[in-house]
């Protein structure tokens, strides 16, 4: 239930600005976590209508590799699943006792940390810019992961410390990355967001499904863990050379002006010249004041991730550990 919430709370903190993203030029085409424009087709940035800017957009190739990005990433997310039983006994602990509740309230921080910064990022981070709060949150992911290799497998520590540390900074770091990430990608189109969306079920597949599948076979289970310990730096080196010139080029590209120095002018029906309203962005305060505008779409979208987290991060989990308890 508290992925639906976290769902929910995305959706409205799709309005929220960040003041730091002024600064930034990637901040002045995705804004906050998820800013939108308030002003709709009448609103002006570079010479563009939105509506027009949104055409432009639509028509833009897609950059694949933010797949692979977006798959480094909630690569550390999978921690929730079976590789979280496979942590539970490298730390000696069985399925039953105070020592195992203790442990499955720990990995619910993964829930919490993303609930808290899917909206708390705009307060916490309110003067760090979009592009810097997705490099903050995979080096988070990447901490986050690296501590049961590391701590637990590696030097054999038993410290149920870890497994907040652990769980905690990769539910906030997945709080901060997953609502910010499609939104500083927002200029490169739809198409290239689809790609990153598909990164989700992919990185959950590849660990889950083939990663096991190669345990079944005689490969320690630690070795997924150093898998998605590796994976997080080749993504941010992709990001960060293939993907984030992209996005720059895209946020300062502006349509040719009709002289050096000047943009083209819009004109109205009449053959006016057209006001130029600078674009705004809603406050979340306003977007719960106007809830009847949003909430009634999102209910279909909130009832259909009812049933889709429950299998995949409630049962498929519970039957895991069940089915391999020792």
């Given at each position: 239930?508290?992925?639906?919430?976290?769902?929910?709370?995305?959706?409205?903190?799709?309005?929220?600005?960040?003041?730091?993203?002024?600064?930034?030029?990637?901040?002045?085409?995705?804004?906050?976590?998820?800013?939108?424009?308030?002003?709709?087709?009448?609103?002006?940035?570079?010479?563009?209508?939105?509506?027009?800017?949104?055409?432009?957009?639509?028509?833009?190739?897609?950059?694949?590799?933010?797949?692979?990005?977006?798959?480094?990433?909630?690569?550390?997310?999978?921690?929730?699943?079976?590789?979280?039983?496979?942590?539970?006994?490298?730390?000696?602990?069985?399925?039953?006792?105070?020592?195992?509740?203790?442990?499955?309230?720990?990995?619910?921080?993964?829930?919490?940390?993303?609930?808290?910064?899917?909206?708390?990022?705009?307060?916490?981070?309110?003067?760090?810019?979009?592009?810097?709060?997705?490099?903050?949150?995979?080096?988070?992911?990447?901490v986050g992961a690296v501590i049961p290799p590391l701590c637990v497998f590696t030097f054999?520590?038993?410290?149920?410390?870890?497994?907040?540390?652990?769980?905690?900074?990769?539910?906030?770091?997945?709080?901060?990355?997953?609502?910010?990430?499609?939104?500083?990608?927002?200029?490169?189109?739809?198409?290239?967001?689809?790609?990153?969306?598909?990164?989700?079920?992919?990185?959950?597949?590849?660990?889950?499904?083939?990663?096991?599948?190669?345990?079944?076979?005689?490969?320690?289970?630690?070795?997924?863990?150093?898998?998605i310990v590796l994976g997080a730096p080749v993504g941010a080196i992709v990001f960060r050379?293939?993907?984030?010139?992209?996005?720059?080029?895209?946020?300062?590209?502006?349509?040719?002006?009709?002289?050096?120095?000047?943009?083209?002018?819009?004109?109205?029906?009449?053959?006016?010249?057209?006001?130029?309203?600078?674009?705004?962005?809603?406050?979340?305060?306003?977007?719960?004041?106007?809830?009847?505008?949003?909430?009634?779409?999102?209910?279909?979208?909130?009832?259909?991730?009812?049933?889709?987290?429950?299998?995949?991060?409630?049962?498929?989990?519970?039957?895991?550990?069940?089915?391999?308890?020792?």
């Open positions: 239930m508290a992925m639906v919430v976290d769902n929910a709370a995305a959706a409205v903190a799709a309005s929220e600005p960040s003041r730091g993203a002024r600064e930034d030029p990637i901040g002045a085409e995705a804004s906050g976590s998820c800013a939108t424009p308030s002003d709709g087709v009448g609103s002006f940035r570079g010479g563009l209508t939105v509506g027009s800017k949104a055409d432009l957009e639509a028509e833009l190739p897609p950059q694949r590799l933010v797949l692979l990005v977006m798959i480094s990433v909630i690569q550390g997310y999978t921690l929730i699943g079976p590789l979280q039983h496979a942590f539970k006994v490298a730390m000696h602990i069985g399925d039953k006792g105070s020592l195992s509740t203790v442990f499955t309230q720990a990995a619910a921080l993964v829930q919490w940390g993303k609930f808290l910064m899917t909206l708390g990022q705009n307060l916490i981070f309110s003067r760090v810019s979009p592009l810097v709060r997705v490099y903050i949150a995979m080096a988070g992911i990447a054999g520590s038993s410290w149920l410390g870890w497994v907040f540390i652990s769980f905690g900074l990769i539910g906030l770091s997945l709080g901060v990355f997953e609502c910010t990430f499609l939104n500083v990608i927002t200029p490169l189109g739809p198409l290239t967001k689809s790609w990153a969306i598909m990164g989700f079920p992919a990185a959950f597949f590849i660990v889950n499904v083939l990663g096991f599948l190669l345990v079944s076979f005689g490969v320690p289970v630690e070795a997924l863990f150093w898998y050379r293939q993907i984030v010139p992209q996005i720059l080029g895209s946020a300062g590209a502006a349509p040719p002006p009709a002289e050096q120095g000047q943009q083209p002018q819009q004109q109205d029906e009449e053959g006016h010249e057209a006001k130029k309203t600078p674009a705004r962005t809603a406050t979340v305060y306003k977007s719960i004041l106007e809830w009847q505008a949003w909430l009634p779409m999102l209910l279909p979208f909130m009832c259909a991730n009812v049933v889709g987290h429950f299998v995949m991060e409630g049962a498929l989990p519970a039957n895991f550990n069940t089915f391999n308890d020792k």
